[in-house]
């Protein structure tokens, strides 16, 4: 009797462990997502997007297994808009989110792409910037006890960790470009061009802090499926690096400078002028350089912490069941007509690096117009989970086994702070300032200038394009503003 109890007691327990196996098993078969994204990084400056001088190896390497993007778009080009919108589905300006804020007043209880995942059993964390922080003051490391969060939104995490780190004040060779024709500022902080060739090695600095934690939550097992994002803060300004990434970029005066064209703004509108440029700057040609070498360095050292989490990821054997995504918030110049950093709606500031790797899929280069608010919903497919109703993105799954495919005719993205709206075409790229198109207007013909230095607005044959351009511009403003938001209130 005690022995047949016993008996019917192993079965129950061998019962309800095959049980739990299955189950963990069945959970453990969902796809982990890892979510790497740089800051202010743009694609041009990428050895796998044909960049010759900047080196990259490890983020060649995720291209080279993955699929890579050579026609991806932020919403909006700067850190605070286009974080809002990949992160809650919503455009700009269907959510009213054009600034710095996290966008949860406006979304309500409408989850974000990483709560939506922990809605769904996940375990949602990030490390350090995924919705906007600011850099460098929001990562300066001013002891305990100050809130590192910048316009992070909690409830669209399990477990979040901040990276604080010196930034500009950070011990090594420093230098104020920006602003400082004369030399005598010291190293600042702010928004400010700067290049710190620094002491020390990768974890004094934020990202390599930031890689270390992301190494750290990659090998901790869990009985969940992950989302995690690994933010990185570089090479957003100031340029500041461990002294060993410097060297292939020197001297700095043995780099080249996009050319300079005579006459170049004559034919752009005054909001179309960048808001940093090398004369508002007051860059000389040596500083200039001297911004693309450190920015090359940033960009390398960045790309060396991408380097960790990826290897981390192999050595926990997830490799084989995690979605890899690679990106940046939106793109930035490095002297093309005589402009620097982001906000402007050209290529090199709208334009992101985009690979995407997904397990059992071939390497691919694809061409197709995609969005990275299209980010949300592909991931969601992908991992087999529902779209949510009021995400504005498209599901690009289908690139992912076939490169030809496409979903839009065009990209679409936002420069809140100039009031420019950008439809980026197949072959033109079509600009306006104001919605009424008070602050003026540009097209450009990318098959015969792809740099655009023509702006051909007022030119008599390329009338219909202006035209359609913005019926094209005036409808999909339309569209963004009807939405799940909009038919609430
Ligand atoms: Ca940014
Ligand atoms: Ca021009």
């Known amino acids: 009797m005690k022995r047949q109890l016993f008996s019917s007691m192993a079965c129950l327990l061998l019962a309800f462990s095959i049980h739990a196996n299955t189950f963990a098993k069945s959970r453990n078969d969902r796809l982990n997502v890892l979510f790497i994204i740089s800051d202010d990084l743009t694609y041009t400056a990428l050895s796998c997007y044909g960049n010759t001088v900047c080196q990259t190896p490890n983020i060649d390497a995720l291209a ?8 991806a778009y932020c919403q909006g080009t700067y850190c605070g808009p286009s974080r809002a919108s990949f992160m809650s589905g919503f455009y700009p300006h269907a959510t009213g989110v054009l600034g710095y804020k996290n966008p949860r007043p406006q979304i309500g209880d ?7 995942f922990k809605d769904n059993g996940y375990y949602a964390a990030r490390v350090s910037k995924i919705f906007h922080m600011g850099v460098p003051g929001g990562v300066e490391d001013h002891g305990p006890g100050r809130d590192y969060n910048g316009a992070d939104d909690a409830l669209s995490w399990t477990e979040r960790f901040n990276s604080p780190g010196p930034e ?13 024709p004369d030399g005598k ?3 600042v902080g702010g928004n400010t061009f700067v290049v710190v060739e620094a002491d020390g ?16 939550l990659l090998q901790l097992s869990r009985d969940q499926p992950f989302w995690l994002g690994v933010g990185f803060v570089r090479p957003h300004v100031p340029f500041v690096a461990p002294a060993a990434y410097f060297p292939p970029y020197k001297p700095y005066s043995k780099l080249n400078l996009p050319p300079k064209i005579d006459g170049d703004w004559d034919d752009i509108p005054k909001a179309g002028i960048n808001y940093k440029t090398s004369k508002n700057m007051k860059m000389d040609v040596r500083r200039q350089k001297k911004a693309v070498g450190g920015y090359y360095a940033s ?16 050595a926990s054997g997830q490799e084989d069941n995690t979605i890899v995504i690679f990106t940046s918030d939106h793109g930035y110049h490095l002297g093309e007509h005589d402009f620097w950093a982001k906000v402007s709606l050209r290529d090199e500031s709208a334009g992101v690096p985009l690979i995407i790797r997904v397990p059992g899929k071939q390497p691919a280069v694809c061409h197709s117009f995609v969005e990275l608010l299209d980010l949300y919903p ?26 030809e495919h496409q979903v839009r005719e065009f990209a679409f993205s936002v420069a809140p702070m100039r009031k420019g709206f950008l439809i980026r075409g197949d072959r033109f790229a079509f600009i306006q300032y104001n919605e009424d198109a008070s602050g003026g207007m540009e097209l450009f013909d990318t098959d015969v200038d792809p740099q655009g230095y023509r702006n051909l607005i007022d030119e008599e044959n390329y009338q219909d394009v202006v035209m359609r351009m913005r019926s094209t511009l005036t409808q999909k403003l339309a569209e963004v503003r009807d ?6 209130r």
Request: proline share 3%; glycine share 8%; hydrophobic share 35%.
């Open 110 to 116: 409408r989850a974000t792409w990483s709560q939506h």
């Open 64 to 71: 080279a297994s993955g699929t890579r993007f050579t026609r």
């Open 201 to 216: 090695d990768d974890e004094v600095h934020s990202d390599g802090k930031t890689a270390a934690k992301a190494c750290e």
């Open 299 to 314: 960009v390398a050292y960045m790309d060396a912490q991408v380097g960790k989490v990826l290897d981390a990821l192999e």
């Open 378 to 403: 592909t991931v969601a497919s992908l991992c087999g989970l529902e779209i949510p109703e009021h995400v504005q993105g498209k599901d690009i799954s289908k690139m992912l086994d076939d490169p």
């Open 185 to 187: 500022k010291p190293v």
């Open 483 to 488: 939405n799940d938001l909009s038919r609430d």
């Open 168 to 180: 500009w004040r950070a011990a090594g060779d420093g230098e104020t470009l920006e602003g400082n």
